[in-house]
């Protein structure tokens, strides 16, 4: 079975400023990574994803994830947020391969408010 | 446009009633997936569906009841068995079994029982 933790439950910013959203996970299988983006009252969007190769990975809007193998972690960065950066985020893992196909496995999420 | 619809948007239910989700999409997508949103707990995965007449039970499936006779759909059945059913119900659909392939949500339906 897997587990994911997101070590803050709300992360309050200014705007401009760098954040970085925690996310720790547990398996006992190899797993594919992934970050969501709710907005208010909406369902998620995918914002970027790790399945193989380059740990750092990149979505179009700015953030970046690296995959950290020892420490089974997957932390979410922005350099400089803006307003619009206000919303939840969720990390997930799903076994890669097996017969836990489709299984995400969500953490509790973390609110993002970004202040003017 | 292609994508995932959910209806309705808001569903009030009294206690002791069944009520159905409905859940749509249009990507040709051969999985779905329900799953339940409560307040700092995140998703939590209650069915899910590979292939049309097939489904399996996920993490918190007592209480509600699923189909899949059409690939398009899978409505979602609460049932009065649910102890505590008020929360955000959210579908999902991937294109294919494969672990790697991204799920894309619809927008959700809030249910709130009276």
């Known amino acids: 079975a897997q587990s994911v933790t997101q070590l803050d439950s709300q992360v309050p910013v200014f705007e401009e400023a760098p954040v970085e959203l925690r996310c720790n996970y547990s398996?006992?299988?190899?797993?594919?990574l992934f970050w969501y983006v709710q907005y208010p009252n909406q369902g998620l969007q995918l914002l970027l994803k790790?399945?193989?190769?380059?740990?750092l990975v990149e979505s179009i809007n700015g953030f970046e994830a690296e995959f950290n193998k020892s420490q089974t972690s997957f932390h979410l960065r922005k350099p400089s947020v803006h307003i619009s950066d206000t919303a939840e985020y969720f990390c997930a893992v799903i076994p890669a391969g097996g017969t836990s196909y489709g299984k995400l496995t969500f953490g509790q999420g973390t609110i993002l408010t970004v202040h003017p | 446009d292609g994508g995932i619809t959910q209806s309705p948007k808001y569903l009030f239910r009294k206690e002791g009633q069944n009520v159905t989700l409905s859940c749509e999409q249009n990507l040709n997508h051969d999985a779905m997936y329900w799953y339940r949103q409560d307040p700092g707990q995140g998703l939590r995965l209650i069915y899910y569906s590979q292939i049309v007449n097939d489904f399996q039970k996920g993490d918190i499936a007592e209480g509600y009841s699923v189909s899949r006779e059409k690939k398009e759909s899978f409505p979602l059945t609460v049932t009065s068995a649910q102890k505590n059913p008020t929360a955000f119900y959210l579908c999902?659909?991937?294109?294919?079994?494969?672990?790697?392939?991204?799920?894309?949500f619809g927008p959700g339906t809030r249910l709130t029982v009276l």
């Open positions: 790790y399945l193989s190769g380059s740990t």
């Open positions: 398996s006992s299988v190899s797993v594919y």
């Open positions: 999902a659909s991937s294109q294919g079994r494969q672990s790697y392939n991204e799920q894309f």
